[in-house]
């Protein structure tokens, strides 16, 4: 691409541009192709450049942390590219562009997306891929701007969000007693309080001088977490008093560290108190709780497991 080529993709950039979507990627990394044989890992180097785009969009991971949503988004674009028979493969990530791609090009398109892939059957036939019974299913297709990658993992966080909301929505529609119960399995699930056994005969004890509960960090009991627990209503948040009124209940226990939960929020009060403060209080708000719930499987279990696979380089190593 010459000094040309890259200036509307610049000007297109901008400051305030996000990183590009799949499809703005797909004529970029056509034309980067019709230079002869590239390297992906060359061509995304090469992109990110002109694109601008800043050190923390260039270092931006997806959900799975595995890679950089730039690269992302390039891989997916040569991948589109490639089903719909404009780029080839060549060797281990490296392709060039083909006869078609040469074809497209010449007629100096302002973009390719998926309406100008979707004139090659090749590429129709990539979307409606069939399943072992021959039965057509559609593939994971991304949306206008998401790859598959981050239109699978963007459904996975919706679905996560909305079970979280039910589960603070149960939570607060159930007794305290089943609160602390809840409270007691958690922590056990995350390593602390040994058997439930054990931690429910420590905790069950609401209103004791301020402290609704004592769980055991090592079987001896020698290093103690001492936990309140406050069942709130969306909008009734825990202020600076109760952490303050919390701070002295530790005081009184010769406790140096403690446990806040609830089922609502903590003030920005509330938070700065328990920062500045000599024991080290530890705060779950609603949110907090029901990410933790999720992680360890309190209150939900696992439905499905999805595999998600990728080639293997490797094994085609010596097929080149």
């Not at 083909?98 to 059957?121: H, M, W, Y």
């Not at 409270?183 to 402290?211: C, P, Q, W």
């Not at 920005?268 to 709780?289: C, F, H, P």
Request: charged share 30%; with cysteine.
């Amino acid at each position: 691409m010459t000094g040309d080529d890259t200036a509307p993709v610049q000007e297109q950039r901008g400051i305030q541009m996000p990183i590009p979507d799949y499809q703005t990627l797909m004529l970029p990394v056509l034309q980067k192709s019709a230079q002869g044989e590239v390297k992906i890992s060359q061509v995304i180097s090469e992109i990110t450049d002109e694109y601008e785009l800043t050190n923390d969009e260039k270092a931006e991971l997806l959900p799975s942390g595995k890679q950089t949503i730039i690269a992302n988004r390039v891989h997916w674009a040569k991948t589109y590219l490639k089903q719909a028979g404009l780029v080839d493969a060549t060797r281990r990530g490296h392709f060039r562009i083909s006869d078609r791609g040469k074809a497209v090009l010449s007629e100096n398109p302002q973009k390719i997306d998926n309406t100008t892939l979707n004139q090659f059957p090749e590429f129709i036939s990539f979307k409606n891929k069939a399943s072992s019974s021959d039965e057509p299913v559609p593939a994971v297709m991304p949306t206008e701007t998401s790859t598959p990658d981050e239109t699978l993992r963007n459904a996975y966080r919706d679905i996560e969000d909305t079970l979280r909301q039910e589960l603070i929505e149960r939570i607060r529609a159930a007794n305290p007693a089943f609160f602390e119960q809840l409270i007691v399995n958690l922590l056990v699930e995350m390593g602390y309080g040994g058997s439930i056994v054990d931690a429910g005969r420590a905790l069950g004890k609401s209103g004791d001088e301020g402290i609704d509960g004592v769980i055991d960090q090592d079987a001896l009991g020698l290093d103690r977490v001492y936990i309140q627990a406050k069942r709130y209503a969306a909008g009734k948040n825990v202020g600076s008093s109760a952490i303050r009124d919390f701070f002295g209940s530790l005081d009184r226990f010769k406790a140096t560290k403690g446990l806040f939960v609830t089922t609502s929020e903590f003030s920005a009060g509330a938070r700065e108190t328990a920062n500045l403060l000599s024991k080290r209080i530890v705060l779950i708000d609603g949110d907090t709780l029901t990410r933790l719930m999720v992680r360890y499987n309190v209150g939900c279990r696992v439905e499905e497991t999805l595999h998600l696979r990728k080639l293997d380089e490797d094994f085609f190593s010596e097929a080149d």
